[in-house]
């Protein structure tokens, strides 16, 4: 099987920026998030708050969203245009997307493009609190050996180093710059 992260990586941009700017601007509502947004901000800037803390107080923001299921759906539809054509290439039925994205948004979008397997972060749609920890760099290796205690990872991509814990595993990875795939550790 083949693995792939998802923002930056067979979509173009990051997805949870774009949705929390598509929450600003269809949702403005949401916009009463912003200070506290801002002073969390400042606070993980300077080092004085972790990083999930501050990814909590920044989803808090959904809280304003009464609609959140079909509203996910409708950022995905308008955004399906955002997954790259090398990827549409080359997708395969046992294609694996494992992303520190929030679940809610990472699962539904990939089911619509025709990947049936996802992993993210746990995040809750009305309250922008984790359920565990950030699916990210080590805790990728994790949640993909609880989906598959014997799973290989024939090709994986990524655009970011943090996820060498994955890129360990693969029989071949691949660093991806725009539309470019480089053998991993190329820049």
């Known amino acids: 099987m083949d693995v792939y992260d998802f923002d930056n990586t067979i979509y173009r941009g990051d997805s949870t920026a774009d949705f929390i700017l598509y929450c600003y601007l269809h949702r403005p509502k949401s916009l009463l998030s912003l200070p506290r947004t801002a002073v969390c901000g400042l606070l993980y800037v300077l080092r004085l708050m972790p990083k999930l803390t501050?990814?909590?107080?920044?989803?808090?923001?959904f809280v304003y969203i009464d609609d959140m299921e079909p509203f996910v759906a409708q950022f995905i539809d308008s955004h399906t245009?955002?997954?790259?054509?090398?990827?549409?290439?080359?997708?395969?039925d046992d294609d694996v997307v494992i992303s520190a994205s929030p679940e809610f948004v990472?699962?539904?979008?990939?089911?619509?493009?025709?990947?049936?397997t996802a992993m993210a972060s746990r995040v809750d749609m009305h309250?922008?609190?984790?359920?565990?920890?950030?699916?990210?760099?080590?805790?990728?290796?994790?949640?993909?050996?609880?989906?598959?205690?014997?799973?290989?990872?024939?090709?994986?991509?990524?655009?970011?180093?943090?996820?060498?814990?994955?890129?360990?595993?693969?029989?071949?990875?691949?660093l991806v710059k725009g539309d470019q795939l480089l053998p991993w550790g190329k820049k």
């Open 54 to 61: 501050f990814k909590q107080n920044l989803y808090h923001m």
């Open 81 to 92: 245009d955002h997954i790259k054509e090398w990827y549409n290439r080359q997708q395969k």
């Open 106 to 116: 990472i699962v539904p979008f990939c089911d619509k493009i025709g990947i049936h």
């Open 127 to 174: 309250t922008g609190k984790y359920d565990g920890i950030n699916c990210h760099g080590e805790e990728k290796v994790k949640r993909f050996y609880e989906r598959f205690p014997e799973g290989t990872i024939d090709q994986f991509y990524s655009d970011s180093y943090s996820d060498s814990p994955l890129a360990r595993l693969a029989k071949k990875a691949f």
